[in-house]
């Protein structure tokens, strides 16, 4: 069992930046790679961001690509995600999730286990 908590969410302006956190917890943390999904009103939730499982290559979905910044803290089981250039369109509930060793990147069905989602709202 893995459980995850985002923090980090909350109301900005367009042009304006926010750092999403996400702790991992269980005896099964290590065993996973965390990675972030989002859904907007009224939107099919969408990838963001993620490793591969070994950390040397890191995956953005083409909307957030170039704005986005995925790190880690391994000693803490910890991941974040750094947000610039915020425009509206990025307005949704961002959700961390873990998926194991060997399962598919980009589609949310590879991943086991999800946080509750922290709302981030981008006021123009």
């Known amino acids: 069992q893995v459980q995850l908590v985002e923090s980090g969410g909350g109301l900005v302006q367009t042009g304006g930046s926010l750092r999403l956190s996400c702790a991992a917890s269980g005896p099964s943390a290590r065993m996973y790679v965390m990675g972030w999904f989002r859904q907007g009103p009224e939107k099919e939730r969408e990838f963001v961001a993620t490793?591969?499982?070994?950390?040397?290559?890191?995956y953005y979905g083409n909307s957030v690509r170039g704005r986005f910044n995925l790190s880690d803290d391994n000693a803490k089981n910890m991941v974040f995600l750094e947000m610039n250039s915020l425009t509206p369109e990025d307005t949704a509930v961002y959700y961390c999730a873990a998926r194991g060793r060997g399962r598919g990147v980009f589609r949310s069905e590879e991943y086991d286990y999800w946080g509750q989602g922290t709302q981030v709202t981008v006021s123009s």
């Open positions: 490793t591969s499982w070994s950390g040397l290559s890191t």
